[in-house]
């Protein structure tokens, strides 16, 4: 690459680098990993930068690229073990909405939702695209992304669910 695609490059980094992370953050819940997927995402990238042609699609080439680096990672085998403190038991009622308002539940729900299923509802509801916007950033059939959200929502209702009780078991509540 010439300097003139170097400098344009670096612009467009520099404007864009803390929404790519953000959106990182929201895939995969670690802001370490988010950080990492961002650099891939920019990497790749920096690789294709002269083959772009439309620079006005440059957001939805790195959500592409983000989105495909947390699937990819999250296949790795040592992603898949998580260490809890408390194993979950199952309550006979629990109030849903007690648990939304606390961001940091959210999190840890999100944690739990499957990874193709977290990048469609992460596409969906933060970036706030439509189902024919996430399925060519997804590369999968729109009906592919309906499925996956409305899985994605009842996995993430049952992660709440399980996060709000492992929350109301170790700390109680301070009412």
């Known amino acids: 690459m010439g300097p003139e695609e170097d400098a344009?490059?670096?612009?467009?980094v520099t404007a864009r680098r803390d929404h790519v992370r953000r959106t990182a953050y929201l895939l995969c819940g670690d802001w370490h990993r988010a950080d990492d997927l961002t650099q891939i995402a920019f990497v790749k990238l920096y690789g294709a930068w002269e083959r772009i042609r439309d620079h006005r699609a440059l957001d939805s080439y790195v959500r592409t690229c983000v989105v495909r680096a947390t699937v990819d990672e999250s296949r790795r085998p040592w992603r898949r073990e998580r260490a809890v403190e408390v194993l979950p038991e199952t309550a006979d009622s629990f109030d849903i909405s007690s648990v939304v308002a606390d961001r940091e539940m959210v999190a840890q729900a999100l944690e739990r939702v499957p990874a193709g299923q977290r990048a469609t509802l992460v596409l969906r509801y933060f970036e706030g695209l439509d189902v024919a916007?996430?399925?060519?950033?997804?590369?999968?059939?729109e009906g592919n992304v309906k499925s996956q959200t409305a899985r994605g929502l009842a996995a993430l209702k049952k992660a709440l669910q399980d996060v709000g009780e492992t929350g109301n078991r170790r700390g109680g509540d301070e009412r």
Do not use: I, M
């Not at 344009?8 to 467009?12: D, G, I, R």
């Not at 916007?133 to 059939?141: M, R, T």
């Open 8 to 12: 344009a490059f670096s612009v467009y």
């Open 133 to 141: 916007e996430a399925a060519a950033a997804l590369g999968c059939s």
